[in-house]
């Protein structure tokens, strides 16, 4: 069955900081990689995507691809409260249109 | 605003009753997308429609469950028979392209 694994949380960091979000997949054929941030009772937003190896720069944010260790993370500098929110990974497969997602990890963004 | 939408925003049934969703995409995508997320867990696919035609169905979506895009347009989602494990959030999400999905605010589902 293809997954995709996060650590829960709640990871804590202090304004300023950076946040570091990680994520391993399992499916070997998955092409496209995809963080998502959900606040609290609202649908999920999408903030990076990723199709290669290496590292994509939005802003405060870098996503970074390993496909040999299937290993996706997402950095968030100089952390805001407003970035308080479960952030979701998900992976496409090479045939499949679906996203698997993982269950999320809650980030907490303390001033 | 030019978002996915979906309607209702929250409904509330009783066990045995049907109930329908609907899901208008971003105008220009031809794709849409049928997720079902429940507390503590990411969004799960339901089924996936390409223009009308219905190419992708999850092993989630029972018999009880059925979805339509009769125009290629909007979509709608029809649970029958709800029960209590229905209780979750219906998303709906839309693409130009398999890859980058949007998702649409949700429509919350409670049965009692």
């Known amino acids: 069955q293809k997954e995709v694994e996060q650590n829960s949380g709640p990871l804590s960091v202090p304004e300023g900081a950076i946040a570091s979000l990680n994520c391993t997949y399992s499916d070997r054929g998955s092409q496209s990689f995809f963080w998502y941030r959900q606040y609290s009772g609202k649908s999920p937003e999408l903030i990076m995507s990723?199709?290669?190896?290496g590292d994509k720069e939005d802003g405060r944010f870098t996503a970074q691809l390993n496909k040999a260790s299937q290993y996706v993370s997402l950095l968030i500098r100089d952390s805001q409260p407003s970035d308080s929110a479960t952030y979701l990974c998900a992976a496409r497969g090479q045939a499949g249109t679906a996203l698997i997602f993982g269950k999320g990890t809650t980030l907490s963004v303390s001033s | 605003d030019t978002g996915v939408s979906q309607d209702p925003r929250h409904k509330i049934t009783k066990r045995g009753q049907n109930v329908t969703f609907r899901c208008d995409p971003i105008s220009e995508h031809n794709r849409l997308y049928w997720y079902r997320q429940t507390l503590g867990q990411g969004p799960e696919f339901l089924t996936y429609?390409?223009?009308?035609?219905?190419?992708?169905k999850s092993r989630l979506l029972s018999d009880r469950f059925s979805a339509e895009r009769p125009k290629g347009s909007f979509s709608t989602l029809e649970i029958q028979r709800t029960e209590q494990g229905d209780s979750a959030m219906y998303l709906c999400a839309s693409s130009l392209h398999p890859a980058e999905q949007y998702f649409g605010p949700g429509t919350r589902l409670t049965v009692t």
């Open positions: 429609f390409q223009n009308e035609a219905q190419l992708e």
């Open positions: 990723i199709y290669s190896n």
